[in-house]
């Protein structure tokens, strides 16, 4: 009698403790708790676009066969786009930001707390209903009317969500900083977040206020902007490069982080690296005209130059920017100790990836090149959205001890950092070779490359990096909940 009454006592007991971990979890002001949501959730829209990365891989073997009617294709790209950069780029430099900077300022709280829980809600419902509405036929080019504008709304929505978390860390870094410590030496990922915020909170308004005209045009009249099918000629900038440069900006400063740790000195050339981390924000200038900045070489020499002027500045500074960055992350390597941590390797594998995608970018943007409309682009956004999630497998075992107080083994972080890089030149560099290959058919198309060989390569690759991302979600949860016990400070101290 008294054990079945201990029995029911603890299953009523444990129903309400659920619900509490539930309710303190969706009403946190914990910013800890808040940029793990973040992670949390863009990991979902990792599984997703990596899942439709094989999917239209898988379509495009053989050309005349068809697994997907026309329209499904057409959201298949949609979501493959718009996710790269909406579900899983913005998303995980916010949320990484949100959890550590407030600690690495000295900071007791994040400024405006509840702003950010905002941002997040408003993200992840306007992610919802992109997704819905995609599904459903709507989103760029889409059939449904009622679907685009529900697109439109979610992307909205979304946008005000991650201004808002990104205020919120930019008010942070200015106003919460310890006493005598000034911008210039707070922690380099600080500092590349604080640069990616502010890119973020100077463009992505540009980007509402566009959508805004198109939501309401398309509403109401498609007259001026096009329709549905001028949702990517009038917002497409938000969704492609230079813009995505801006959002793994925080990626890169990881790497200048991780490198003087790693030597266990401090960084050689700091206000170098400063600028380094600078000039990838440089980006935000080409992205706010809504114009393809182009390289034509033709004409006579002032046209050369008038054509190569603003194609530099705006493509290859952001380049140069990254490729600072990884000099000096090497240099203090050499001067430093030599000695290797974990996190670094998915870390520099990840920025080794993300500016390859940036100098696919900078070929793309040379006219004599003839690579607009093929799948070069998308072998460009591919490098820099699974660069981004190397550096964020990085940073979750670089920041687990300080946020969980557990570490992940070594060896897993090595090993899928390794097979992840294996995983992203294989989904990647075909299509850099295959520059015939129109990007928005994945039937009926023929060109004089070996086809069905670069596409099974690129399918295969992201096939890979789906094992790649559950392995980590995985060994995460469990690492991190039940694995080694360590002290915040564990890689200083190794």
């Given at each position: 009698m008294n054990t079945v009454n201990s029995t029911a006592t603890s299953g009523n007991a444990s129903a309400p403790s659920a619900l509490g971990t539930v309710a303190n979890w969706i009403t946190t002001t914990d910013h800890k708790k808040i940029g793990r949501l973040f992670v949390g959730a863009s990991a979902l829209w990792m599984l997703i676009i990596v899942g439709v990365g094989?999917?239209?891989?898988?379509e495009r073997i053989a050309s005349n066969s068809a697994i997907f009617n026309s329209n499904s294709v057409t959201q298949l790209f949609a979501i493959l786009r718009t996710g790269a950069t909406f579900g899983v780029l913005l998303p995980l430099a916010l949320g990484f930001g949100i959890a550590v900077v407030p600690t690495q300022v000295g900071s007791k709280s994040l400024s405006f707390v509840r702003l950010a829980m905002f941002g997040f809600y408003a993200w992840l419902i306007g992610s919802g209903l992109v997704i819905g509405s995609i599904i459903a036929n709507g989103g760029p080019g889409g059939g449904n009317s009622q679907m685009v504008d529900m697109y439109l709304m979610g992307v909205g929505v979304g946008l005000v969500g991650v201004i808002a978390a990104s205020v919120s860390l930019v008010t942070t870094v200015l106003t919460s900083r310890r006493t005598g410590l000034s911008l210039l030496e707070i922690p380099m990922f600080s500092w590349s977040v604080f640069v990616a915020a502010i890119s973020i909170v100077l463009t992505l308004p540009v980007l509402l206020g566009s959508l805004i005209y198109v939501a309401v045009d398309h509403h109401y009249g498609r007259l001026v902007f096009g329709g549905n099918d001028g949702i990517d000629m009038w917002l497409g900038?938000?969704?492609s490069?230079?813009?995505?440069?801006?959002?793994?900006?925080?990626?890169?400063?990881?790497?200048a982080e991780l490198a003087p740790v790693?030597?266990?000195?401090?960084?050689?050339?700091?206000?170098?690296?400063?600028v380094g981390v600078g000039l990838v924000s440089t980006a935000m200038f080409g992205t706010v005209t809504q114009t393809s900045h182009m390289f034509v070489w033709g004409g006579t020499l002032s046209d050369k130059l008038k054509s190569a002027i603003p194609y530099a500045w705006f493509n290859l500074l952001p380049v140069l920017g990254v490729v600072i960055v990884i000099l000096l992350s090497l240099l203090a390597i050499q001067k430093g100790k030599k000695r290797l941590i974990a996190p670094l390797v998915p870390t520099f594998l990840?920025?080794?990836?993300?500016?390859v995608g940036m100098a696919g970018n900078a070929v793309q943007m040379i006219d004599s090149a003839k690579l607009s409309g093929s799948v070069f682009e998308e072998a460009a956004v591919t490098y820099?959205?699974?660069?981004?999630?190397?550096?964020?497998?990085?940073?979750i075992s670089y920041f687990g001890p300080a946020l969980w107080g557990r570490k992940i083994p070594d060896s897993s972080v090595i090993g899928i950092g390794a097979l992840g890089l294996f995983a992203t030149?294989?989904?990647?560099?075909?299509?850099?070779?295959?520059?015939?290959?129109?990007?928005?058919?994945?039937?009926?198309?023929?060109y004089s490359g070996?086809?069905?060989?670069?596409?099974?390569?690129?399918?295969?690759?992201?096939?890979?990096?789906?094992?790649?991302?559950?392995?980590?979600?995985?060994i995460s949860i469990k690492s991190l909940s039940s694995g080694e016990i360590v002290n915040a400070d564990v890689w200083s101290d190794q």
């Open positions: 094989v999917a239209l891989g898988i900038w938000g969704f490069q230079p813009q995505t440069f801006l959002y793994v900006i925080p990626a890169i400063g990881l790497l790693a030597a266990r000195i401090r960084q050689p050339l700091r206000g170098a690296m400063l990840g920025v080794g990836m993300i500016v820099i959205a699974y660069g981004a999630m190397l550096c964020a497998w990085g940073a030149v294989l989904a990647a560099f075909p299509y850099y070779l295959a520059k015939d290959q129109v990007a928005s058919e994945v039937s009926d198309f023929d070996p086809r069905a060989a670069f596409n099974t390569a690129v399918s295969l690759g992201h096939v890979l990096m789906l094992f790649c991302l559950l392995s980590a979600i995985a």
